[in-house]
């Protein structure tokens, strides 16, 4: 821009946040042998990452191509190479290491499996699931489900799988439900061991009930929904984009509370059956 259009170096220089001295250090500098060596070496990783479509490491990409070239190149030149390409594998991330928190408030398991009601809003299952959709994106969906005629109480679908995503489902449901005391089975995920969650039962004054370590019946009727819901809608569509799944679970959420009829509820959808009691 300086040769081809007059425009001051200073001026330049400034707007790409570099001193003039380092312009001029670039102007006259001619690479190393090494340097030279790198960006060849470059040239080659880039060309076997995508021959094999990304799955590479470094560990992997030194192994190779030490082999084709003949050379002994050590993992750190290669790791560094990727890195300034930003080429990364795309197989087996290592996971991060999370310090478990300890549980603040547990419950036991007062549901033990008896989910069956003679009213609606006498027992409550909640739980929360992973949906993914787009390039391997996620989103969660957290419903609440009536024990009596299995209806779809509340459902809220979020990017994060976090307290408020449990709490504004719970709130919902009670909104919806305003006065309803149930008997609220979850199991021991961090969000209904919060304080946060204590909180909510303290003011909706619902009791609590958790399931057992590793046993997913204790929580059924959720776990069968879950299950209903993915093999009817989830599994059959592709979800582009975090809008085009809400509207997938909104319209299947719809569908199964008013026009799923099932014979445990004498032929009748679960909104149906409510509605008679």
């Known amino acids: 821009m300086h040769g081809e259009k007059g425009y001051a170096l200073t001026k330049l220089c400034e707007l790409a946040g570099i001193a003039r001295s380092a312009y001029y250090k670039w102007l006259k500098w001619t ?7 790198n960006l060849k070496l470059a040239k080659e990783v880039k060309c076997r990452y995508d021959k094999r479509k990304g799955i590479l490491g470094y560990r992997q990409m030194r192994i190779q191509l030490n082999r084709k070239l003949k050379k002994g190149y050590n993992r ?3 790791y ?10 795309v197989i087996r991330k290592k996971r991060p290491n999370y310090v478990k928190a300890p549980a603040l408030h547990i419950a036991e398991n007062v549901m033990n499996r008896k989910f069956q009601a003679d009213a609606p809003n006498q027992k409550w299952c909640t739980d929360v699931t992973e949906l993914k959709y787009g390039n391997g994106r996620k989103a969660y969906l957290s419903a609440i489900i009536d024990g009596y005629d299995n ?10 799988n976090n307290n408020e995503l449990v709490m504004n489902t719970v709130k919902k449901a009670y909104k919806r439900n305003p006065g309803a005391k149930p008997l609220l ?3 021991r995920g961090f969000q209904y061991t919060s304080h946060e969650y204590q909180r909510l039962q303290k003011k909706y004054k619902f009791r609590t ?48 509370n008013n026009f799923r009829y099932t014979e445990r ?11 008679a009691a």
């Open 31 to 37: 690479p190393s042998t090494r340097e030279l060596e």
């Open 76 to 78: 750190k030149r290669y």
């Open 80 to 89: 560094r190479i990727m890195r300034a390409l930003e080429l990364r594998a």
């Open 151 to 160: 209806s779809v109480v509340s459902w809220v679908l979020s990017h994060s």
């Open 185 to 187: 089975h979850s199991d």
């Open 209 to 256: 009930s958790m399931s057992r370590v590793s046993r997913c019946l204790d929580n059924q009727p959720i776990e069968r929904f879950w299950g209903t819901f993915k093999t009817e809608s989830f599994y059959l569509e592709k979800y582009d984009t975090y809008d085009n799944l809400l509207r997938s679970v909104r319209t299947y959420i719809h569908y199964y």
């Open 265 to 275: 509820l004498n032929g009748l959808s679960p909104n149906e059956y409510r509605q």
